[in-house]
């Protein structure tokens, strides 16, 4: 009788060049709602706790820019888009909000006084992302886009 071991070496999965969820959303404050609630169980489906500074970062860049389509973007019967991107090589978390404005595009407040009653949202983007920006969405309506670190 043979006594040969036969040993199976797998290989482990390689890391995905790029993870990302795209979903269209009503543009109505429970379309916003629904958009940062996707964002959370993303992060969370790509390693971060709901609770981790990442996925926290990641809600309130979504809520904020989410927020805005619905309030500044908003055109009566179109939906507004959210598109996640991880890139694991780059450490990148790219969040895309796209509208079917094109003609409101979103300024930080050059002053803000205590009584304002709206324009923080726009700084807090400022301060979390890496970077951000708007792109024009073809055929119509604009993308505002914003990146953070990711873990």
Known sequence: MDNTVLK?????EPEPELRER???FPATPRGARLA???AVRCMEEWGCPPASDASCTVALLVAEL???AVRH???????FRLRLACAPS???IRIEVSDAREDRLPAVP???TADDESGRGLLLVDLLATRWGTTPRMPVGKTVWAECGAP
Request: aromatic share 0%.
């Open 8 to 12: 199976t070496i797998t290989a482990p």
């Open 73 to 79: 973007g908003r055109v009566p019967g179109r939906d």
């Open 110 to 112: 050059s002053t803000l």
């Open 36 to 38: 940062r609630r996707l």
């Open 22 to 24: 795209t979903q269209q």
């Open 90 to 92: 780059t450490r990148t």
């Open 66 to 68: 989410a927020s805005n």
